[in-house]
């Protein structure tokens, strides 16, 4: 009996060390243009606001190697692409902490996330431009912010 106490112990254990980087795989946050943190990706690539509110997901895009960014309401609002967030003239909006040169700001601590609205009919992806070393005129927060009606 005290073997299989043990064994069993001993799964539990492995099982746990071994999910624990899968969860922090699963989300990552986002910084604006000026390496201030505005939103996390999580529970499936949805894209919350540091308050918790759910404003956008991510869509693999087999043309790019990324992913598509769609707004709820169904607004094709752009690519992340090797930790870039691109808007559709090709300007970084945000992205990774990794992405950037120079130090980030400290991450907040995130609200309670709020339901996911159902998804509207997504619209069709515009052809993806050339991707430039410009950096958007529009906060990261307000980009997002086009995919809620």
């Given at each position: 009996?005290?073997r299989r106490t043990v064994a069993l112990f001993f799964a539990v254990l492995i099982i746990a060390v071994v999910t624990i980087p899968v969860k922090?795989?699963?989300?990552?946050?986002?910084?604006?243009?000026?390496?201030?943190?505005?939103?996390?990706?999580?529970?499936?690539?949805?894209?919350?606001?540091?308050?918790?509110?759910?404003?956008?997901?991510?869509?693999?895009?087999?043309?790019?190697?990324?992913?598509?960014?769609?707004?709820?309401?169904?607004?094709?609002?752009?690519?992340?692409?090797?930790?870039?967030?691109?808007?559709?003239?090709?300007?970084?909006?945000?992205?990774?902490?990794?992405?950037?040169?120079?130090?980030?700001?400290?991450?907040?601590?995130?609200?309670?996330?709020?339901?996911?609205?159902?998804?509207?009919?997504?619209?069709?992806?515009?052809?993806?431009?050339?991707?430039?070393?410009?950096?958007?005129?529009?906060?990261?927060?307000?980009?997002?912010?086009?995919?809620?009606?």
């Open positions: 009996m005290a922090a795989i699963d989300e990552f946050s986002l910084f604006d243009s000026s390496g201030r943190p505005a939103a996390y990706v999580s529970d499936g690539l949805t894209i919350y606001l540091w308050s918790g509110t759910p404003v956008a997901y991510l869509t693999e895009d087999d043309l790019s190697d990324g992913f598509h960014v769609y707004g709820f309401n169904g607004r094709h609002l752009g690519w992340f692409i090797s930790g870039i967030i691109r808007d559709h003239h090709g300007a970084a909006v945000g992205g990774l902490k990794e992405a950037f040169r120079s130090p980030t700001e400290l991450e907040p601590l995130k609200g309670s996330k709020q339901s996911k609205p159902v998804k509207s009919v997504a619209e069709l992806p515009p052809v993806p431009p050339v991707m430039s070393r410009e950096r958007s005129e529009i906060p990261l927060r307000s980009f997002l912010m086009q995919g809620v009606d």
